[in-house]
């Protein structure tokens, strides 16, 4: 699937994966791709994001906000099964301090590719339906996005959805650009 | 602390892929706690056997899997 991605797209999903390093995680989920989206200046999927609003700054403050601070364990998958992982680790604070989920994290052993979650798998999947969809060739960053508020469940999406961008919105700021600024590709 | 509904849950997840996720995040959930309550245990004074007997293994295999990590 990754052959076709433009150069962008590759650079979105590799600084989402730094992003996931950075936190100390051990998979990628759907707002880390959202910030392998916003972290390159450049690219016009990020133009058009900045245009509706959202900044790499305020996106990870947002993250942070709603999805506890991370502790590396997969509360998507854990809430698949019943279990609120947030829960866990307040009754574990409770207990025992702040960080005591923490406390035996291994780390991140991972120094090649991460996991990616199912649902950043879909989005995955998704963007290049959307490619398809728009006759496009190629997947870009652009794409992600819209794979992202297609799958339209992940914490990306939620995200997207507070800061009202929705499909219509987004691809109006693909298409419209701010005076004097230059095609960024 | 697992409850019978969890398990139904996980066992009968139609989806692969989400099935398997969710059982490996609950496998790094319970190593977590179980290295949390070793650790506490052992700060109380309790003794690897005792901590083997309510964790339902061998002593050998508690001490080998916490002895090291807790310098001891």
Redesign the interface.
């Known amino acids: 699937m990754f052959e076709r991605f433009t150069h962008p797209a590759r650079e979105a999903v590799v600084q989402a994966q730094e992003e996931v390093r950075r936190q100390q995680g ?1 998979r990628l989920g759907t707002e880390h791709l959202l910030l392998g989206v916003l972290a390159d200046t450049d690219n016009t999927a990020a133009a058009a994001l900045r245009r509706l609003g959202l900044t790499p700054a305020a996106t990870r403050r947002r993250i942070a906000e709603l999805a506890g601070p991370d ?1 590396g ?2 509360a998507e ?2 809430r ?4 609120d ?1 947030d829960a ?1 680790r307040r009754q ?1 604070e409770a ?2 301090g702040p960080g ?6 291994r780390g991140s052993r991972h120094r090649g590719f991460l996991p990616f ?2 649902r950043a ?1 879909k989005v995955l999947e998704l963007a290049l339906r959307e490619s398809v969809r728009r006759r496009d060739g190629h997947i870009g960053p652009e794409h992600i996005v819209l794979g992202i508020l297609r799958e339209a469940r992940g914490l990306a999406a939620v995200i997207l959805t507070e800061a009202k961008v929705d499909r219509a919105a987004f691809e109006a700021a693909l298409i419209a650009r701010e005076p004097g600024q230059a095609d960024a590709g | 602390m697992v ?1 019978a ?2 398990l139904t ?2 066992s009968a ?1 139609a ?1 692969p ?2 099935g398997l ?2 059982v ?3 496998r ?2 319970v ?3 179980e ?2 309550q070793v ?2 245990a052992r700060d109380r004074g309790w003794s690897w056997q005792q901590i083997a007997r309510v964790l339902g293994i061998s002593r050998q295999a508690v001490h080998k899997k916490h002895a090291r990590r807790r310098g001891r």
């Open positions: 051990e502790t364990l997969d998958a854990l698949s099964i019943g279990i992982l866990v574990a207990a025992f005591a989920l923490n406390r035996h994290c979650s199912p798998k | 409850h509904d969890v849950t996980a997840s989806d892929e989400r996720a969710a490996a995040a609950l790094q959930l190593e977590r706690l290295g949390l650790d506490n």
